[in-house]
T-cell receptor, first 113, second 111 residues
Framework: AQKVTQAQTEISVVEKEDVTLDCVYETRDTTYYLFWYKQPPSGELVFLIRRNSFDEQNEISGRYSWNFQKSTSSFNFTITASQVVDSAVYFCALMGGADGLTFGKGTHLIIQP | EAGVAQSPRYKIIEKRQSVAFWCNPISGHATLYWYQQILGQGPKLLIQFQNNGVVDDSQLPKDRFSAERLKGVDSTLKIQPAKLEDSAVYLC?????????FGSGTRLTVV
């Protein structure tokens, strides 16, 4: 069975601080995909990134960066110089093979001005 | 390209009534998913279609939920009869391969 754990239920930081959202996953699949989605108060799920299990290179996109470590089954997400617009619920998700997504419970990120 | 379309956006019904949700995926996407997102939780997969066939419905409460994708394009999810615990956002997603593009969802309130 697949499982995604986001241990941080809620994080509150002051604007311009860096913040890291943790994600730990469990799967028996050798080929799988990891995702991060953002869900702002409006409710839509916004795709941020997809990584496959064979690509452990870290990725940076503007203020966002992702650290994938297979050895610890983790796929952490860092926002540098956070902004109020980053306030949202962030979900980490796992897809094995051609299955649907298994989501974590989400981390509610609050950026205070 | 047009996104995943869902309707209605909101629905309020009384318990034991029936309700249906509609989803039109992105053109050309063979895989279609329905997820249920209860307030404060991550989305949970209910059913996955590949074209007009069901790939996975292991988490669909089949005594009251049903879904179809007759022509391999749009899909309908039905609940009959609804229970209070069915109050949630129902999200449709489609994919050409590995990944999901989500619609805006239907927020269902059962009173």
């Amino acid at each position: 069975a697949q499982k995604v754990t986001q241990a941080q239920t809620e994080i509150s930081v002051v604007e311009k601080e860096d913040v890291t959202l943790d994600c730990v996953y469990e799967t028996r699949d050798t080929t799988y995909y990891l995702f991060w989605y953002k869900q702002p108060p409006s409710g839509e799920l916004v795709f941020l990134i997809r990584r496959n299990s064979f690509d452990e290179q870290n990725e940076i996109s503007g203020r966002y960066s992702w650290n994938f470590q297979k050895s610890t089954s983790s796929f952490n997400f860092t926002i540098t110089a956070s902004q109020v617009v980053d306030s949202a619920v962030y979900f980490c998700a796992l897809m094995g093979g051609a299955d649907g997504l298994t989501f974590g419970k989400g981390t509610h990120l609050i950026i205070q001005p | 390209e047009a996104g995943v379309a869902q309707s209605p956006r909101y629905k309020i019904i009384e318990k034991r009534q029936s309700v249906a949700f509609w989803c039109n995926p992105i053109s050309g996407h063979a895989t279609l998913y329905w997820y249920q997102q209860i307030l404060g939780q991550g989305p949970k997969l209910l059913i996955q279609f590949q074209n007009n066939g069901v790939v996975d419905d292991s988490q669909l409460p089949k005594d009251r939920f049903s879904a179809e994708r007759l022509k391999g394009v749009d899909s309908t999810l039905k609940i009959q009869p609804a229970k209070l615990e069915d109050s949630a956002v129902y999200l449709c997603a489609s994919s050409p391969g590995h990944g999901n593009t989500f619609g805006s969802g239907t927020r269902l309130t059962v009173v």
